[in-house]
């Protein structure tokens, strides 16, 4: 079993900045993907931003330039530096993590999802 675990979130004025924190936990043997989604009220949930094992990286063009995804392999974190919010960011932030883990028996494929941070950003 994988566990995911969202950290960061708050109040936080237009302009102003937040740093959000995603740890994975448990028996796990790599990462392939670590993403960051958000749900607002009454929308479906969407992709802010992702990153690869390999690095490569992957933004929602709305957070394009404000918003900066990073990942400590040796931590199985992931980092979403958000600045210049805006009200339009107010969201539960949710974070999910790809990848392989041992179970038991052999290695089994994963994909955890944390339980939510929420980000407020009042005008």
């Known amino acids: 079993q994988v566990q995911v675990v969202e950290s960061g979130g708050g109040l936080v004025q237009a302009g102003g900045s937040l740093r959000l924190s995603c740890a994975a936990s448990?028996?796990?043997?790599?990462?392939?993907?670590m993403g960051w989604y958000r749900q607002a009220p009454g929308k479906q949930r969407e992709l802010v931003a992702a990153?690869?094992?390999?690095?490569?990286?992957n933004y929602a063009d709305s957070v394009k330039g404000r918003f900066t995804i990073s990942r400590d392999n040796a931590k199985n974190t992931v980092y979403l530096q958000m600045n210049s919010l805006k009200p339009e960011d107010t969201a539960v932030y949710y974070c999910?993590?790809?990848?392989?883990?041992?179970?038991?028996?052999?290695?089994?494929?994963?994909?955890?999802w944390g339980q939510g941070t929420q980000v407020t950003v009042s005008s």
């Open positions: 999910n993590v790809n990848g392989l883990y041992n179970s038991r028996w052999a290695k089994i494929d994963f994909a955890s």
């Open positions: 448990g028996s796990i043997v790599n990462i392939n993907y």
């Open positions: 990153i690869t094992s390999g690095g490569s990286t």
